[in-house]
């Protein structure tokens, strides 16, 4: 198997951790955070970056803000709970099927299903309040670019590493509201198949693409329910950025994917790994991961050799296997969105006291800044990324 890895540079010392779920131990740092969230805002529309993007097909934020504000504002008594209930499945792992079946029945994986659902219904508007619509945070691209520009930026080098060219088709698992489709196809000229679990996601998905004049396709599906509605050698590429967290068997799905592939097809992967500092008898390491797995919406918890080793044994050659952002640390990323969600809340908190907005605007956001810096923490010590990569390739005929 030949694979191209990065060296690690040495362990940063952990940043001391809150003291309280409600994060009160940085309320002394007020008036830093709103210098830093300045700081961030200007940057979004003033940069010295090192690298151009193509934004011709990045909406508006205000507008997305707007919208995404609105869509909170009129969520049902149901809905909030629905959302608040759903994180019960980040308790458990795909790994511990004892415990899932205790928990759900046994038919555990159509219970964490509808908990998924759930939880996206709501969870994509909250993310669209801020600089992660597409519902990621990126790789360090670029150190002077925006949270945006990085995405920009990383999904441009998928493109590159799948080689997409014009009338390529291909296909993207977790699409979201199909943001990353639609500037793949722009930068491209590709065409994208999404799949996703949530229908409020495809409907954007699909009236976003249509509005770019993009024939992009977009189709529920869980990803978890196998086989893929394809048929066999449907795609020239595939990518997925961030959705394997939710994947039950990566095995399993690496091979449906590689049925649906054609020969000579490429691969690129960019998720949620443990690294291999990370050590689960150690009592800090395992209540971060406890932590910081609801807030990344992790079920399972993969290596980068299990990735590896999953998709060699469903065929692919392994070609890459790094972690891309600059000195394989995303932190400063991570606390930018951290930082900029804090200050969200402060306003939402002040609102809600005036009784300018309904109480559970108040229940979410809180719910969404919860564990910021253990996330934060983990980066830094080393012992998780969501931004690994792997890319692979199905051998041609």
Same mark, same amino acid.
């Given at each position: ?101 205790? =928990? ?76 990353? =489709? ?54 020239? =590429? ?59 919406? =992790? ?99």
């Amino acid at each position: 198997m030949a694979t191209v890895t990065v060296s690690q540079p040495p362990i940063t010392p952990a940043i001391p951790a809150r003291n309280d779920s409600s994060d009160s131990s940085r309320s002394s740092q007020t008036s830093t955070e709103k210098l830093k969230l300045s700081s961030l805002q200007t940057s979004s529309t003033k940069r010295q970056s090192n690298h151009e993007v193509d934004r011709s097909v990045s909406p508006k934020r205000w507008r997305t803000f707007l919208k995404a504000f609105k869509h909170i504002h009129n969520l049902t008594p149901k809905e909030v709970d629905d959302f608040m209930a759903s994180y019960e499945i980040y308790n458990l792992d795909w790994a511990n099927e004892e415990e899932m079946v205790k =928990a759900f029945g046994p038919n555990y994986q159509e219970r964490v299903g509808e908990c998924l659902r759930s939880y996206y219904s709501v969870l994509n508007h909250l993310c669209s309040l801020g600089d992660v619509e597409k519902m990621y945070i990126p790789p360090l691209m670029d150190k002077k670019a925006s949270v945006l520009d990085n995405q920009l930026l990383y999904e441009e080098s998928v493109a590159k590493d799948i080689g997409l060219k014009p009338g390529m088709k291909v296909l993207d698992l977790g699409c979201g509201r199909g943001r990353v =489709a639609a500037h793949m196809s722009s930068f491209s000229g590709a065409q994208v198949t999404g799949l996703n679990i949530d229908a409020n996601q495809i409907a954007q998905a699909k009236e976003w693409n249509n509005r770019c004049g993009f024939g992009n396709e977009f189709v529920v599906h869980d990803q978890n329910d196998l086989p893929l509605p394809f048929a066999d050698e449907s795609f020239d =590429a595939f990518y997925e950025i961030q959705a394997l967290s939710l994947c039950k068997d990566p095995s399993a799905s690496f091979k449906e994917i590689y049925r649906v592939l054609k020969p000579g097809a490429k691969f690129s992967l960019l998720d949620w790994v443990s690294l291999p500092p990370y050590n689960p008898e150690d009592p800090i390491h395992a209540g971060l991961m406890r932590r910081v797995k609801p807030l990344i919406g =992790a079920v399972g918890t993969p290596t980068p050799a299990s990735f590896e080793k999953a998709l060699v044994d469903a065929g692919f050659t392994v070609t890459k296997s790094d972690n891309p952002s600059i000195d394989g640390l995303q932190a400063p990323l991570i606390d930018k969105v951290d930082i900029y969600f804090r200050s969200v809340r402060r306003v939402i908190h002040g609102l809600v006291r005036l009784r300018a907005l309904p109480p559970h605007f108040k229940i979410l956001i809180d719910r969404l800044c919860l564990d910021g810096q253990a996330f934060v923490q983990m980066d830094n010590m080393r012992l998780i990324t969501t931004t690994y990569r792997i890319v692979a390739e199905k051998p041609s005929v």
